[in-house]
T-cell receptor, first 115, second 113 residues
Framework: DQQVKQNSPSLSVQEGRISILNCDYT??????FLWYKKYPAEGPTFLIS?????DKNEDGRFTVFLNKSAKHLSLHIVPSQPGDSAVYFC??????????????FGTGTRLTIIP | DAGITQSPRHKVTETGTPVTLRCHQT?????MYWYRQDPGHGLRLIHY???????DKGEVSDGYSVSRSKTEDFLLTLESATSSQTSVYFC????????????FGQGTRLTVV
């Protein structure tokens, strides 16, 4: 049962354009969401997060949008740069009950920025 | 960078042998996690720890055990390695476990032949 889903395994975007990565979740208890970026042969690195009390969080070129009613979040990268080429993982956690202090990850989307 | 060290970084082992992977942190974070990464599955939680001697299972815990005798060390043991456990293993740490990010180590590539 995949509680966090990234339905696009790969995405190619021209340099300078907007990259939009999508993520859907099924567990209504999730209330904190994160995006991680992963380069080959390295561990994932934290990119940006959003709490369920917000619908948008912005950090430089990266913006995460949360639509709780649709159980959907997206990561926007503007403008896209060659160094953004990586695998992006969406993750979620549920705060409200003990035993849920862990992240559930999606399957990842490989983003390729075309120069 | 968060102070997380995984050892070994690469290992090849034979089916049926026990294997132990080590995660060491210098951040004094309470929570530690072991994930495995496989194509088409993303990152899946094996076990996690919320304190010394306090551990719990993740979604893919069968065939794995963990121990945490000190805050800084979290060991993952494959009791009897199988080819299905060939994977990249990541350790992660988190200060509070909730509403905060986890920091990952560099990973251990394990091949079971």
């Amino acid at each position: 049962d995949q509680q966090v889903k990234q339905n696009s395994p790969s995405l190619s975007v021209q340099e300078g354009r907007i990259s939009i990565l999508n993520c859907d979740y099924t567990n209504s208890m999730f209330d904190y969401f994160l995006w991680y970026k992963k380069y080959p042969a390295e561990g994932p690195t934290f990119l940006i997060s959003i709490s369920s009390i917000k619908d948008k969080n912005e950090d430089g070129r990266f913006t995460v949008f949360l639509n709780k009613s649709a159980k959907h979040l997206s990561l926007h990268i503007v403008p896209s740069q060659p160094g953004d080429s990586a695998v992006y993982f969406c993750a979620a956690s549920a705060y409200k009950s003990f035993g849920n202090e862990k992240l559930t990850f999606g399957t990842g989307t490989r983003l390729t920025i075309i120069p | 960078d968060a102070g997380i060290t995984q050892s070994p970084r690469h290992k090849v082992t034979e089916t049926g042998t026990p294997v132990t992977l080590r995660c060491h942190q210098t951040e004094n974070h309470r929570y530690m996690y072991w994930y495995r990464q496989d194509p088409g599955h993303g990152l899946r939680l094996i076990h996690y720890s919320y304190g010394v001697k306090d551990t719990d299972k993740g979604e893919v815990s069968d065939g794995y055990s963990v121990s945490r005798s000190k805050t800084e060390d979290f060991l993952l043991t494959l009791e009897s390695a199988t080819s299905s456990q060939t994977s990249v293993y990541f350790c992660a740490i988190s200060r509070t476990g909730v509403n905060t990010e986890a920091f990952f180590g560099q990973g251990t590539r394990l091949t079971v032949v």
